[in-house]
């Protein structure tokens, strides 16, 4: 089972911050806060299928709070995920992520991922010098493109982008840095669809981001995400295929958000 070994915060987060839109970086800059508002909150639940079965094996969740940095009013962005009691047997996982971002142009200055699967932990403390095309980590200094993101900054970054101006098949770039290394990634718009989910039933835009072989995915163009055709754009489903087994990730819970929920499809 050590294939199976995996983040189920950094699945989610992979999956929905895939999701960048624009054909330049220049043009990337200039995408200001339209969705964002502090005292979000998200709840996902995820369920590994393993062979026949599916088994509920943990649950994400994400706060955007008001916050300082140094002198500066930012966000603070963090996702916490973890599993269930009754998975943590086969692999138990406490990990948090955290981003301070700029509330208008949404770039971020400082990124800290906290791990702590099975028996391993691992931790890591980025700052990001935009003006200078720096990021710093624990293990150095690093040059960066304009306009990078952190993993987590990215899922809230991309929310922000004007959608409709895509068609089906576009494929649009963006650049993250984790684990130090620059990440040049995209993602392909497939179009729309309602879908239901236990949480009710939602008109959607529909992804399918590039993702890196590894010791979990399998590469290419496996992964699928819906997030809600609104001006929340709010990731209501991830699911993929990895090397042994099917990973989902469900919305379960959606409060604070900037606009109301226009895409849930009233009953």
């Known amino acids: ?37 502090s005292g979000e909150k998200v709840t996902y639940k995820i369920a590994y299928k393993w062979g026949a079965l599916w088994l509920s094996a943990g649950e994400v969740v994400f706060t955007l709070d008001n916050a300082k940095y140094g002198n500066r009013e930012v966000y603070h962005a963090k996702g916490y995920g973890y599993t269930y009691k009754s998975y943590d047997w086969l692999f138990k996982v406490r990990d948090t992520y955290e981003s301070y971002f700029d509330k208008e142009s949404l770039m971020p200055y400082k990124f800290v991922r906290d791990v702590n699967e099975g028996n391993a932990s691992f931790y890591q403390n980025v700052t990001f010098k935009h003006d200078q095309g720096k990021a710093t980590s624990l293990k150095g200094t690093y040059n960066i493109p304009s306009c990078t993101q952190d993993i987590m900054s990215a899922i809230y970054y991309t929310r922000c982008i004007d959608w409709n101006k895509y068609k089906k098949n576009d494929t649009v770039p963006i650049t993250v840095f984790l684990d130090d290394v620059v990440h040049p990634l995209y993602v392909r718009y497939i179009g729309k669809e309602k879908i239901s989910v236990k949480s009710g039933t939602y008109n959607c835009i529909v992804f399918k981001p590039l993702l890196i072989k590894g010791t979990v995915f399998k590469g290419g163009e496996e992964m699928t995400v819906y997030v809600t055709d609104d001006e929340n754009k709010i990731p209501v489903l991830v699911k993929s295929p990895i090397l042994i087994g099917d990973i989902r990730a469900e919305v379960h819970e959606i409060s604070g958000t900037k606009s109301p929920l226009k895409s849930k499809v009233k009953s």
């Open 1 to 37: 089972m050590k294939t199976t070994r995996i983040s189920i915060l950094l699945l989610l987060i992979i999956g929905i911050m895939a999701f960048s839109w624009k054909s330049t970086h220049d043009k990337l800059c200039d995408v200001r806060n339209t969705a964002l508002a």
